[in-house]
């Protein structure tokens, strides 16, 4: 199993910018993909951003796009989320998720592909 535990949120002003981290421990030494995910309050957790155990391939979600980049560190077990010219709109929940891959390039985008979660950081964008 893998622990993921997520850092970084707090409240910005729009425009602004924040990095999440999110950090694995537990078997860590076998190859696992890795997405960010957000969700506010009534709504469904929404896709945010994907990368495979290589980080040589990322996705990101319509809404993120140009404004969001994911990179990861292996030798720190460590997922990052850099946020720039963030909306209200950006304002949620964040969460990382992690699945084991067989494949080093693999990366998902359904919140049903991931067997493991952090418990969330707070990420508030004001006008």
């Known amino acids: 199993q893998v622990q993921l535990v997520e850092s970084g949120g707090g409240l910005v002003q729009s425009g602004g910018s924040l990095r999440l981290s999110c950090a694995a421990s537990?078997?860590?030494?076998?190859?696992?993909?890795m997405g960010w995910f957000r969700q506010t309050p009534g709504e469904e957790r929404s896709f945010v951003s994907a990368?495979?155990?290589?980080?040589?391939?990322?996705y990101y979600g319509d809404s993120v796009k140009g404004r969001f980049t994911i990179s990861r560190d292996n030798a720190k077990d460590t997922v990052y989320l850099q946020m720039n010219s963030l909306k209200p709109e950006d304002t949620a929940v964040y969460y990382c998720?992690?699945?084991?891959?067989?494949?080093?390039?693999?990366?998902?985008?359904?919140?049903?592909?991931?067997?493991?979660w952090g418990q969330g950081t707070q990420v508030t964008v004001s006008s």
């Open positions: 998720a992690a699945r084991y891959v067989n494949y080093r390039d693999s990366y998902y985008q359904e919140s049903w592909e991931y067997d493991y």
């Open positions: 537990g078997r860590t030494s076998s190859a696992y993909a």
């Open positions: 990368i495979s155990w290589s980080g040589g391939s990322t």
